[in-house]
């Protein structure tokens, strides 16, 4: 029997995703996987006259999808390389939102220690010590520079472990 997870599932595991980082106060983080989802996914094409076609008729083939040998001699026969975007999938959103939660909660952190660890490693006696560490959004880009996060609250070894293992599990489910 195939334990596979549905579109359905999928939709409903982004909007319990969803409702836990809004609860989170994390406002700004669905803000950034909206403008990822409606972005798309970049894809490279192939546009090339079709085969056999009286008139101007073309076609787009997936690159990622060809051999090398046949990428080249089309592009010999005058095809040309187009970026499209499609929609992203509903495990694709549910991998993104799930993918930024890792990355805040577990690699953030770590990135944190690193540069608190760098930073105090440096001999200056005449500045203070380094205790923390603010991540700021670049404001040319999001338009907002009063969304900071903050570190504050450590996760103990074993929590980060085990929540690693829970993006983990949860990824394998979702790709099944």
């Not at 040998?69 to 509903?90: E, I, N, Q, W």
């Not at 220690?113 to 005449?126: F, P, V």
């Amino acid at each position: 029997m195939e334990n596979r997870v549905n579109a359905t599932e999928l939709r409903e595991m982004e909007d319990l995703l969803r409702d836990a980082i809004r609860s989170a106060g994390l406002d700004w983080l669905l803000d950034e996987l909206d403008t990822a989802i409606a972005t798309g996914v970049a894809e490279e094409k192939l546009l090339q006259r079709r085969r056999g076609a009286s008139t101007e008729e073309y076609e787009a083939l997936a690159v990622a999808e060809m051999g090398t040998d046949t990428f080249h001699r089309s592009l010999k026969r005058g095809a040309t390389v187009v970026v499209t975007t499609r929609p992203m999938s509903a495990q694709e959103r549910t991998e993104l939102h799930l993918d930024a939660l890792r990355r805040l909660v577990l690699e953030l952190p770590q990135i944190e220690a690193e540069s608190l660890k760098t930073m105090g490693s440096e001999d200056d006696r005449h500045r203070a010590p380094v205790r923390s560490v603010r991540f700021v959004p670049d404001e040319e880009l999001t338009g907002r520079r009063d969304q900071t996060h903050e570190l504050a609250a450590r996760l103990p070894e074993d929590t980060r472990v085990r929540l690693q293992s829970l993006f983990h599990e949860v990824r394998e489910e979702i790709n099944q």
